[in-house]
Structures are given as C-alpha cells and as structure tokens.
C-alpha cells in the first residue's frame, strides 16, 4: 500500500544538550527542569514538616536491560539499580542517594551512573545533591530529621511498576506470594515501609502513592509525545500481524512480528505481555499464552503495544483469519466499530465519563431499534453493551493500566485513557471488541490510534498484502530438513 500503512520515519526532539558520552547514560526525552517541577509538586503537597523518600527498582538478575521503576523514573529520570531519592519538605531539597562504581560489573557490562558521578548527576537530573546510598541514615540523624518532633515521611506503599507491569498485576502477584503458607514475604515496598517504622518509631510514615498518582494522570506534552510514539509503532505492528495472519499461522507468530516492528523502530521492550488470541480462545480476557493455531473462519484478537522510553499505549483490533469478515462477524464488528466512532464523537473536556457513555447509549440505541440482526442472541448482546459502563476504560502512560482516577468528575484536558467497546456472547464463546487511546484536549479529542485499520473493508484490504511471515520464512535446508 501507501505510506500510510509503511513503516514512517519518525525524528524524535527535546534532547538535553548533553555530550555523546553522557547521553548514553541518561535519558534524552526530558529536562531536568520538568523533573523538577514533578518534585516541587510533590513538595507542595507534603508539607514543610515532612520528608519522601522513594525506592529505586533492585538490580535485575542476569544479562537483563534494567528498567527503573515508573514513580522513581518520573521524579528523576535516573537509570540506576538500588537508588534512593530523598525529598525534604524542611528546605525543598532533593537529594540522590546511589551505590558506589563498581569496577568489575563496569568492565564486564558497561557504565552505569553511581555516587562518584554526583556533578554529572546533579546536572543530568536537577537535583541538589547526590550522595553514597550508605550515608542516608547518618544524613538523617546530622540533618536533624530524627531530632523533629513528630515528623511524617511519605513513601510509596503501592507496588512499583517495573518492565511491562502494572500496578494491578503487581497487586495480584503480591497477593498470592502472602497468602502462600510457605511463603508469606511482603513486597518490597511494604518490607522498606515496616523497616522505616522499626527503625525510626518516632516519625508518621505516610502513603505518597495517591500523590504521585494524581501526578502522574494528567500527562505533560513531552508525556503525550512519547504515548503517541508508543501508539504509531503498536499501530505499525498490528499492522504487520493483520498481513501475516493465515489459517496455520501460530499466535505467537503474529506476536513475533508485531515485536520486531516496535524493536526495529526503537521500541526495546513490550508495553505488557501481547494478547493474541484465536477464536474462543479471545473469550479469555487476558489470554497471554499465545501458543494456539489459527483456524480458518474464525477471528483473531490483537492487543498488544510497545515500552517507548518508559510510555506505552493500548490497542486492540480483531481480524478474520481467512481475510475475510464473515456476514456474521460483520454484523458484530460492525457494531462495536459503531460504538467505538460513536463514544470518540461524545469525549471532550469538562464532562464526566459517565455523561460520555450516557449519551453514547442513547446514540447507540436509536441505531439498535434500525437494526436487524440475524440472531436474538445478538441482539440482547448489543443491548447489554449500552447498560455496560466499562467502554471507557483505565487510564495509559508510563503502564498499561496506569494510576490514576479520571471517572470521579469532570476530565481534564491532558488526561489519557483507553475506549474499549466490548461485547460478550456466552452462548457461543464470542468476546469481541476493539480499543483504542486517546486523550481529552482543550477543545475535544485526540484518537492517537486513529490511523490503524478499524473499518472492515480497509482491514480486509490490509490483509491482502504480504507480511513478514510470508517474505521471509526459513527454508527447509535452513531448518536442516
């Protein structure tokens, strides 16, 4: 096709002025100055008599790129295992605290920015100080924090959010590991809260979670670029899988190509694990194990997006396996792709969620009244689709599910969610839906997915073409056969 569906070169901006060296350690997508306005809003909500204190993600395990935890990387930016960032309320200082060099691990691996880096630091992050991650608690104790009278520190007591995480899936996992009768560990947030309280008895140890996720909502126009970015290259990738979808095709094939167009176009990791999902195996809402073959005459679901510099996207589009929709898979396609242009005609700033669907149902119903469907099955299931008040979904950014409550009033302009129209038909094992992100502007809407194929007739155009399945598969004498 034309360039519209090709893979599209895309300049990225805002970089630091950093030299070629430093900017192989340090992120280039924001200023230190943004990362100091995120921490003075954090002073401004904690108080002159209190500090916070935030968690750095631990060192991974093997040869793995480390990713740094979401709330620690909005703050400052720093890619470092094991780090520390001190925010004192008292004097609105923000210190670092980081491991020392360690030689060895460097020679073996690589540079990684530590304590005996605190200028190029200071510089690269715009906090006050860096220091030795060992000399925290003597800071403490000599900086008088111990000394106040009652003093509160924040802390996150939610569960970090590392590569392709959320905080919801965390929750899930940590559950399971407490209620293990031959495990029962806390999280490591909660482990760090306990030993905060055991150590240090006199001070109120406070949750900064809801503060930082209140931040974190309302997306700053250097975050939007990064989710639309997140959101061309997962568009880019399901594009790529709608070409490579054949009966006999594997869903992780699908999975594959998808991966290697967001890695070629310098996305390095997934956004969350792909769900592709043939037939009734899409009934399963977070099907993951993508290990199934497809099968002709039935749907194949696709939700899947990349990590772009620490900012994702969530998109999801079904497709015929064969390439082409059968009456029947029009029919419920055809509404929800309705539902979906209607809900995106209704979404602008200063109302709520629910006046949204509100008036999207009483759209949508006037529609179902003019419509005939071929099962009564069908039907009740369209019409349960207006009673269901998920369509529009959670909030997207630095995680798939990211924190953050948009449904208690009014939406502001910056904020940035999934729609996702749905429709479930037990009797035949049908899930099907699509979804999309956008995000509220001042004047209304921007559909940052809108390019991907979602009109029946264009997917069907789309799967006409070639994928990288078919124009580079091994060959049997590559396969040693």
């Known amino acids: 096709m034309g360039c519209r569906w090709c893979l599209i070169a895309l300049s990225w901006m805002w970089p630091l002025v950093l030299s070629a060296q430093e900017a192989v350690h340090y992120q280039t997508d924001f200023p230190p100055e943004e990362f100091a306005a995120r921490r003075g809003k954090i002073f401004d909500k904690i108080g002159n008599q209190a500090v916070a204190v935030v968690q750095g993600a631990p060192a991974v395990d093997g040869f793995k790129i ?53 200028e190029l630091v200071k510089k690269l992050t715009g906090v006050d100080a860096v220091r030795g991650v060992e000399l925290m608690p003597r800071d403490w104790i ?15 007591f939610s569960p970090s959010e590392t590569e392709a995480d959320s905080r919801d899936e965390s929750l899930s996992g940590n559950a399971g590991i407490v209620s293990d009768p031959w495990d029962g560990r806390a ?4 482990h760090f809260v306990q030993l905060l309280r055991t150590r240090y008895p006199q001070f109120e140890i406070r949750d900064l ?25 997962a568009g880019l990738g399901l594009v790529e899988a709608m070409r490579c979808t054949e009966p006999g095709v594997y869903e992780y094939q699908l999975d594959a190509a998808a991966r290697y167009i967001f890695q070629i176009n310098g ?62 898979q029009r029919e419920l396609c055809g509404f929800i792709l309705a539902y979906r242009n209607a809900l995106l005609k209704h979404i602008r700033p200063g109302v709520t969620a629910g006046q949204i669907m509100d008036e999207t149902a009483a759209e949508m119903e006037k529609a179902l009244n003019a419509t005939k469907f071929s099962k009564p099955i069908y039907e009740k299931a369209c019409r349960d689709a207006l009673k269901f008040r998920g369509h529009l ?16 009033g009014p939406i502001p302009p910056g904020t940035v969610f999934s729609i996702d129209p749905m429709i479930w038909i037990p009797e035949e094992k049908q899930y099907v839906r699509i979804e999309d992100v956008v995000v509220v502007t001042e004047t209304g809407v921007e559909n940052f997915t ?22 580079r598969p091994a060959s049997p004498a590559q396969l040693g056969k």
């Open 209 to 233: 979670s809801p503060i930082l996720d209140e931040l974190r909502l309302i997306k700053s126009p250097r975050e939007l670029a990064l989710i639309r970015r997140a959101s061309q290259l």
């Open 187 to 190: 999280s490591r947030e909660g």
């Open 66 to 118: 480390f990713r740094q935890s979401n709330e620690f990387y909005y703050l400052c930016g720093l890619e470092t295992p094991h780090a520390y960032l001190l925010l004192d309320g008292r004097n609105r200082r923000a210190t670092l605290y980081l491991p020392h060099r360690d030689e060895a691990r460097e020679r073996n691996e690589g540079k990684v920015l530590s304590a005996e880096d605190a």
């Open 450 to 471: 809108d390019f991907i194929p979602a009109a029946l007739d264009d997917i069907e155009k789309i799967m006409k073409e070639k994928g990288v399945l078919q124009m």
């Open 267 to 328: 996305a390095r990791r997934e956004g969350y694990p792909s769900i592709t999902a043939g037939g009734q195996n899409a009934w399963m809402g977070h099907y993951f194990r993508n290990n199934d073959a497809l099968k002709d005459g039935d749907l194949v679901l696709m939700d899947y997006a990349p990590d772009y510099r620490y900012y994702t996207s969530d998109i999801a589009r079904m497709w015929p396996v064969n390439g082409k929709f059968t009456p029947a």
């Open 393 to 408: 979904s959670h909030p997207v950014g630095m995680a798939v599910h990211d924190v953050g409550v948009y449904t208690r």
């Open 142 to 156: 000599w900086g008088g924090l111990v000394r106040l009278p009652a003093p509160a520190i924040y802390t996150p």
